[in-house]
């Protein structure tokens, strides 16, 4: 299966500044996608970043809060913009593999005071 | 909507004792089921994934699960428990077709007595 890294692991970021998250995969892959898990929470999809696409965003996930690069099969990057202490929470990115299995990043931590 | 329920928020066994860990999904057509495990600061890691074929279905670490449809449920057992399998663990629902996101359950934590 892929191996993700994400960057960062975890930051701790002012309200109202903005946080860029890095996934990047070893190998190519179509589908890219970025999840939310709040504290205690379950995965919740936020987007699905396709190459050469505009992202497709969820219900409750807009574009000028979330956006997304994708400017390879390999890399990708959510931004969490004009953060709120609501944002505190892990991102994870996740790929589809060539066997149909799902790789998730190791995550990002991130709190916001 | 495909959804998927894990009914037991918490759920505490005996080291050395059998782990039940219940999962029931809401999909229309055959699903892509996946079961994976995150221990505490750690990612996702996917312990066993049914797509067709076999409905028990064998995973990393000990861990299997079965495939029913009559009940709609993909439940993940294990017949000895160790205490590092404290985790938590969710239960995940794709669409058949390759290339749709996953819906995950609202997960289930084990704790593990000595």
């Known amino acids: 299966s892929a191996v993700i890294s994400q960057k960062p692991s975890r930051d701790i970021c002012q309200r109202g500044t903005s946080l860029t998250i890095q996934c990047q995969v070893d190998?190519?892959?179509?589908?890219m996608f970025w999840y939310r898990q709040q504290p205690g929470q379950s995965l919740t999809l936020i987007a699905t970043?396709?190459?050469?696409?505009?992202?497709?965003?969820e219900s409750g996930f807009v574009i000028d809060k979330f956006p997304i690069s994708r400017p390879n099969l390999t890399f990708s990057t959510l931004t969490v913009s004009n953060m709120s202490p609501e944002d505190s929470s892990i991102y994870l990115c996740?790929?589809?593999?060539?066997?149909?299995?799902?790789?998730f990043g190791s995550g990002t931590r991130l709190t916001v005071v | 909507a495909q959804s998927v329920t894990q009914p037991d928020i918490h759920i505490t066994v005996s080291e050395g004792a059998s782990l039940e860990l219940r999962c029931n999904y809401s999909?229309?057509?055959?699903?892509?089921l996946f079961w994976y495990v995150q221990s505490p600061g750690q990612g996702l890691q996917l312990l066993l994934k049914?797509?067709?074929?076999?409905?028990l279905v064998q995973g990393i670490k000990g861990f299997e699960a079965e495939f029913k449809r009559s009940q709609s449920s993909f439940n993940l057992r294990k017949p000895s428990v160790h205490w590092s399998d404290a985790a938590e663990y969710f239960c995940?629902?794709?669409?058949?077709?390759?290339?749709?996101?996953?819906?995950f359950g609202g997960g289930t934590r084990l704790m593990v007595k000595p």
């Open positions: 995940a629902v794709g669409a058949g077709n390759a290339g749709n996101m996953l819906t």
């Open positions: 049914y797509f067709s074929g076999d409905t």
């Open positions: 999909y229309g057509a055959t699903p892509y």
């Open positions: 970043a396709n190459q050469g696409s505009e992202a497709t965003y």
């Open positions: 996740s790929v589809l593999g060539w066997d149909y299995g799902y790789t």
């Open positions: 190998s190519q892959v179509t589908m």
